[in-house]
Each structure stands twice: as C-alpha cells, then as structure tokens.
C-alpha cells in the first residue's frame, strides 16, 4: 500500500512537473547543434516587415547584405528564414480623391518594386503565392517573398481593387493603419470611432477576401472592428504583427478576450518584435520624452511634408535615437508573449511577425538573421521540437490553407 500511495505521488510529481516545464521548470541546457537542427527543419516565416519602404528609395538591392536595414536575402538566409511577407505599406492621409489615388499607385509600385528586386535575385529567391509554396521555395535552397497589404486605404473604397491586388499577388491586407478608414476603426486614433467597428464596406471587402482566398489581416484595427471581423469572416484570420495587452499594455496589441475570440476562429497573432508593444518603455527618460515629441510631429505633419523633408525628418529622429540610446526589450521578453498565448489557449494560435524596417527589433534579436535565438530561448524553456514547429509557421500556414480551402469550396 504505502508503495503504491509513493508511485502514485511520483506520477503525479511528474506529471506536474510536464505540465509546469515550460514556464516553472529549471531552464534547459541547450546546444547550438540543437538549435540549429530544430531551426532549420521549421518552415520559418515572419509575417511582417516594412521593408518594401526602403526598396521604393532606390539603391537598394535586397540580394546583398544592407548595413542598416533589418531584412534582406542575405540575413534571411543567415537567420534561417524561409519565408517573409513584405507589405507594401501606405499611410493613412485624409481620404481626397487625390490621396486615394496616390496610396492606390504607391502600393502598385511597391508591389512592382518587390518583383523586380526578386527578378534581380532569382538564384535567390522566388515570388509566393500560395501555403505551400514556402516549402516548395525553401526546398530549392532559395528564400520565399509573400507580398502584403497593410492599409485598406490602397483599396480607395473600390471593392474590385480587391481582387486586382489579389491577382497582383497580394495574398494579405491588413484592414487599417493608425487612422480609421473607410473599412473600419483603426487602435490608434484618437478621434472618436467613425463606424464603431467594421463599416458595411469593411464587410464587402472582408467577404471578397474570404471568396479570393485572400487572408484578413486583423494588426492595427480597434477592438470592436477585430470582433466585428472576427463575426464577419468566414475564414480563420491572423493578426500579422501584434502583440499580448496584458504584458505590454499597448493598444496595438490583443487583449485575453481578443485572443481567446482569435483561437475559436482557428486564426493566429503573430506576435511583433517592436520593443514598446514587447514590454512596457520606461517613460522617464529623456529618449522617451524626445521619441514622444518626434512621434507627435510624424502624427500630425508627416503627410503634408515633402520628400525632402521626410527626409530631414528621419534624419533627425536617427540621430536622437543614436544620441540617446534605450535599452530594448529582449527575447526573453518576447518569448514570455509565446507563453501566455500558449497557457491562455495551447500552441496552436501563436506565431512570429516583426515587423523589421517598420519599428521592430529586439535585444538579441535586432534583424532577421538572429531569429535562432528566440529558437534557443523557447528551447531552453522546455518547448517541444513539434511546439517550436508550429510556432514558427506550421500555425500561420495551417491558418493560410485554410483560407485557401475556404475560398475553393465557397459557391463564388
Ligand atoms: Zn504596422
């Protein structure tokens, strides 16, 4: 008897101690042999990066290594990286027959952009067009471009444009930016809700993106426009680069409720490697009082200035950045994001989203060629082969295919 009472408690020690490894667990030991393996087996994607920005101010040529920018093909491949999304980004300006036809042609032009530079580099890398396609790129050795739209404004409220970027290869929109627009409330702005979530617009172009086999795109809408869309889509959707509220109370990122809705939609949040949505910033130092000042001025006149004062502008930001240097959150920080997603809902609902050249970067892991190390880290917390997997691009792919099927399926 007092045998089986000790096996009983020994099991159930052990089973507490399976359940509690990834987060309460002595950390693992860990080898670079180790990392690499599991790394390189993963079809890794990261499902943001504002990269494109820098492609459209020429001189830039995505096969060689760029000394400041976060993402090329060079990194990509040092990093282990199959497979990146590349948004061609507008911003939100106010919506005048003018601006609405300049975001339309800016993001044709990044799009034609992103071809050319993968044309110039076709030993390196492919255009991709469909979930599969990352393992089909990867297995011949060379790295998959995915292209994304991030603002609905590029639509300008004309719902064939849907489909038009779609056939342009677009396989992601993501519905706003830091203003609202005409398809819903963005997190950011601090005018009163225009729609109060998702406008009928908004519902147009989520239901044409469902028939297309377009993915939704749910980073940078308010709240109520997420659960809106959430109702609205008929497919699983994904927050392409956002983060957890409850560790960095940022309102770009998710909340437990949003996250929960999220993984009964069978989607995934992709979580994002900018520094202020990973931890709270210290707000009483001068770089973040200077950040703020710089912030307020880019929110207010950044889109009534020229070229060349855009380019004054980022010339002066970089410099009060370099000046006053601020410690970054790192990816111990941003693998406690993982966890919480993983203890609120399980593996299957968080991935990686950057956002490198937009904003992101992190302590250890500051452009894509470090990304083993957030490999390393979730290693060394007790995560399995099959977890890191799934995290890496096996959840956003599924999400992907899905979206696929439902598109194949639905009576068009
Ligand atoms: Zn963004």
Same mark, same amino acid.
């Given at each position: ?14 089973? #507490? ?23 390189? *087996?993963?079809i890794t994607v990261d499902t ?28 990509m491949?040092?990093?282990?990286l199959d497979a990146m999304f590349f948004?061609?980004?507008?911003? $939100? *300006? ?22 050319? $530079? ?7 890398a492919s255009?991709a067009?469909?979930a599969?396609d990352a393992s089909?790129i990867s *297995?011949?050795?060379k790295r998959a471009v995915y ?20 056939? *342009? ?54 709240? $109520? ?23 960095? +109370? ?6 437990? /409720? ?6 009964? +939609? ?35 006149? !950044?889109?009534?200035?020229?070229? /060349? ?7 002066? !930001? ?15 920080? #941003? ?30 892991? +500051? ?25 890496w691009g096996?959840?956003f792919f ?15």
């Amino acid at each position: 008897m007092k045998n089986r009472i000790s096996f009983t408690a020994t099991l159930l020690f052990i089973i #507490l101690l399976t359940v509690n490894s990834r987060s309460y667990g002595q950390p693992k030991k860990v080898t670079d042999e180790e990392v690499k393996r599991i790394h390189d *087996k993963a079809i890794t994607v990261d499902t943001h990066c504002d990269t494109p920005m820098n492609m459209v101010r020429g001189n830039f040529d995505i096969g060689k290594k760029q000394s400041s920018g976060k993402v090329d093909l060079v990194k990509m491949k040092e990093g282990g990286l199959d497979a990146m999304f590349f948004a061609a980004f507008v911003g $939100q *300006k106010p919506r005048t027959t003018e601006n609405y036809q300049e975001a339309y042609q800016t993001v044709h032009q990044m799009i034609d952009t992103i071809y050319s $530079q993968v044309e110039r580099n076709r030993q390196l890398a492919s255009i991709a067009l469909t979930a599969e396609d990352a393992s089909i790129i990867s *297995k011949q050795g060379k790295r998959a471009v995915y292209i994304g739209i991030e603002n609905g404004f590029a639509l300008a409220k004309d719902i064939r444009r849907v489909e038009e970027f779609y056939n *342009k290869g677009a396989r992601y929109i993501t519905l706003s930016h830091s203003y609202h627009n005409d398809i819903c409330d963005s997190s950011t702005d601090r005018a009163k809700p225009e729609h109060n979530g998702l406008s009928a617009f908004g519902r147009d172009v989520v239901g044409e993106m469902n028939r297309l086999g377009m993915i939704v795109d749910v980073s940078h809408i308010s709240d $109520q426009s997420y659960f809106d869309v959430i109702k609205e889509s008929k497919a699983p959707v994904i927050a392409s680069h956002s983060s957890v509220r409850a560790l960095a +109370n940022n309102d770009r990122n998710m909340t437990d /409720d949003m996250i929960r809705a999220l993984a009964k +939609n069978g989607g995934v949040i992709q979580i994002c490697l900018l520094s202020d949505y990973v931890k709270d910033p210290d707000t009483t130092t001068i770089r973040y009082k200077k950040d703020q000042e710089m912030r307020a001025i880019y929110n207010e006149k !950044w889109s009534s200035m020229n070229e /060349d004062q855009k380019a004054e502008f980022r010339k002066q !930001w970089t410099e009060i950045r370099e000046k006053y240097p601020r410690a970054l959150a790192n990816v111990s920080d #941003l693998v406690n994001h993982i966890d919480h997603v993983v203890k609120l809902v399980g593996i299957d609902y968080v991935g990686i989203g950057s956002d490198f050249d937009g904003g992101g970067g992190l302590s250890g892991c +500051n452009d894509v060629s470090e990304f083993p190390n957030i490999t390393r880290e979730m290693l060394r917390r007790g995560y399995s082969e099959e977890d890191i997997l799934k995290v890496w691009g096996g959840n956003f792919f599924r999400v992907f295919r899905q979206v696929e099927e439902y598109a194949a399926t639905a009576h068009n």
